[in-house]
């Protein structure tokens, strides 16, 4: 009677097996991961628009509640270049708005504050709320940063355009309200912009 010799699996055919596998698995989830990584950068550059869509509309929340009987000029917008950097523009209202924050009617300015060794705050578009003041009377450069609002950080621009009928202006404005403001913020390659019709 022969013996008969169980024939077990060598190592070549283990390890051609794990590789068909591996083969099989990986076609498998390619697909899968592209999708979930295709859905993350959908959401975050919705989410990016999406915030800066909220900053515009915050500003133009306080140009919307313009404190109308004031003094002087209502809104001022301050063009300033900088040597080899995007234009700053700063954008300064006599508002109600502070009386959110139970104070008094004042002025709000909005300005970018960017990365520089003279600033300690973060880059990004910053609010400040000065009660009792009249855009007349602020010097946009001389603001007191502790009394800053982060709106929303990692903003690289903001432009102002005033309506002086039947053009728009990107230069300094300094008077009523204007027929139409289109402001625009951007955060790297993302852009939001906004249009809005004053009633007079």
């Known amino acids: 009677m022969s013996g008969r010799r169980n ?85 300064i209202v006599a508002s109600t708005s502070p009386a959110r924050q139970n104070l008094p009617a004042g002025s709000v300015v909005y300005r970018i504050v960017r990365k520089t060794m003279f600033s300690k705050l973060p880059e990004g578009l910053y609010r400040w709320i000065l009660p009792s003041t009249l855009p007349a009377d602020i010097d946009p450069e001389r603001l007191n940063e502790e009394e800053a609002q982060l709106v929303l950080a990692g903003v690289t621009e903001m432009k102002a355009e005033i309506l002086i009928p039947p053009d728009w202006s990107e230069e300094a404005y300094s008077g009523g309200l204007p027929a139409g403001i289109k402001l625009s913020l951007a955060r790297g390659e993302k852009k939001a912009e906004r249009v809005e019709w004053i009633p007079r």
């Not at 077990?8 to 899968?32: C, D, H, K, R, W």
């Not at 592209?34 to 915050?58: F, I, K, P, W």
Request: hydrophobic share 50%; aromatic share 6%.
């Open 7 to 91: 024939r077990g699996f060598t190592l070549i055919e283990i390890l051609m097996v794990v590789a068909i596998i591996g083969v099989i698995a990986t076609a498998a989830i390619a697909p899968l991961v592209y999708t979930v990584l295709r859905a993350a950068d959908a959401e975050d550059q919705y989410n990016d628009e999406e915030a800066l869509r909220r900053g515009v509309s915050l500003i133009m929340k306080d140009i919307s509640e313009t404190m109308r009987t004031a003094n002087g000029p209502l809104i001022r917008t301050i063009k300033k270049g900088m040597l080899g950097m995007a234009d700053d523009y700063y954008i």
